[in-house]
């Protein structure tokens, strides 16, 4: 007897149909691709997408792109790509216990920060004054993903990406959008707290007391638990994506808390201060000296202005630091 058996994509699509709650999103009622494409012999929609974006470059240079400190030295400081993955665990982690697409929550989890240019949230106050309204990362990601990078990828992957940012609206159209929305904050929250202690700027009791008695004294995995259990069981309750009250207000208290002491601290204010004149001069300096700008992401056909902006957004933290330093330093100390 062959102790395998052969899944193909129709099989999967079938358990699918057969495993997953009414309000999952399932890969043959995907809303498509832009460019149709013939469908593969074992992979589902939503598994091709995963796919392609683990294999793009956007994705592996995650790994050198700030999450809040600034191009770390630390081995275990989180950088975008390990947030990225925590995200993505989180997200699998409450769409399979609520029966909903875990396959198209891991490939938006996987996608959300393909965006993110460099220096964290610092890079998108320094991108903003050249384009109209605000330079968002959720917006950058589904143009890498759909012209610098284009992957072809489903409207609902796509979907996730434009709307993982809680100030975004509309918001995601499909539940596993949701997931994504409350794994990043869950994550990036946990994960900062924790870096922050083991920077020396915070102590491990330094939450406040009123939030503590929501997450619990213990700081990491039981204060992720917490939340998640927040989300399923909420959700469960009430038919939609959502977290409970009391849970949700702790996390917005969280939130405020790590503005106050971490994210806007005077020291990080005076990184991301520098953070931004490194590429607006980086932005200037290639507006007016287009023909040295680096060719990765830069689309000739399009105006000036887009593809510096392509090229500088994708840039790695060490990347934009280095290529700064060459063009800036003065010539004398070369």
């Keep these: 007897m062959n102790p395998f058996i052969r899944l193909t994509r129709e099989d999967r699509e079938e358990r699918e149909r057969q495993l997953l709650a009414p309000a999952a999103t399932l890969s043959t009622e995907s809303r498509g691709r832009a460019e149709p494409e013939e469908d593969d012999l074992y992979r589902t929609a939503f598994e091709r997408d995963r796919d392609r974006i683990l294999h ?86 589904v143009r890498v993903l759909t ?52 920077a020396g700027l915070l102590a491990e009791d330094a939450l406040p007391r009123e939030i503590r008695d929501v997450l619990g004294d213990d700081p990491g995995s039981p204060w992720v638990k917490r939340m998640i259990h927040a989300v399923i069981d909420e959700s469960i309750e009430r038919g939609r994506v959502v977290m409970e009250p009391e849970v949700e207000q702790a996390m917005h208290a969280f939130r405020k808390f790590m503005f106050a002491n971490v994210y806007l601290r005077e020291e990080a204010n005076r990184q991301a201060a ?34 510096v902006l392509d090229v500088v957004a994708g840039m790695t933290d060490r990347y934009a630091l280095r290529l700064h330093d060459e063009i800036f330093r003065p010539k004398s100390l070369l």
């Design 274 to 307: 520098k953070a931004v004149k490194i590429l607006r001069d980086l932005v200037d300096y290639f507006l007016e000296h287009p023909d040295e700008m680096p060719e990765t992401y830069r689309l000739r056909e399009l105006p000036l202005l887009e593809q």
């Design 56 to 141: 793009s470059k956007a994705f592996r240079r995650l790994k050198h792109k700030s999450q809040v400190f600034i191009n770390p030295e630390g081995d275990h400081v989180v950088t975008r790509l390990t947030h990225t993955l925590q995200v993505t665990q989180i997200g699998r982690s409450l769409a399979q216990a609520l029966g909903l697409n875990e396959t198209l929550t891991e490939a938006l989890c996987l996608a959300h920060e393909v965006g993110h240019p460099p220096f964290g949230h610092n890079g998108e106050v320094a991108l903003t004054p050249y384009v109209e309204g605000e330079w968002l990362h959720s917006e950058q990601g």
């Design 147 to 198: 012209v610098l990078e284009p992957l072809n990828l489903t409207w609902e992957v796509l979907d996730g990406v434009r709307a993982h940012t809680w100030k975004v609206e509309p918001p995601p159209s499909t539940p596993e959008g949701w997931l994504c929305r409350y794994a990043d904050r869950i994550a990036y929250l946990v994960h900062d707290f924790q870096d922050a202690v083991r």
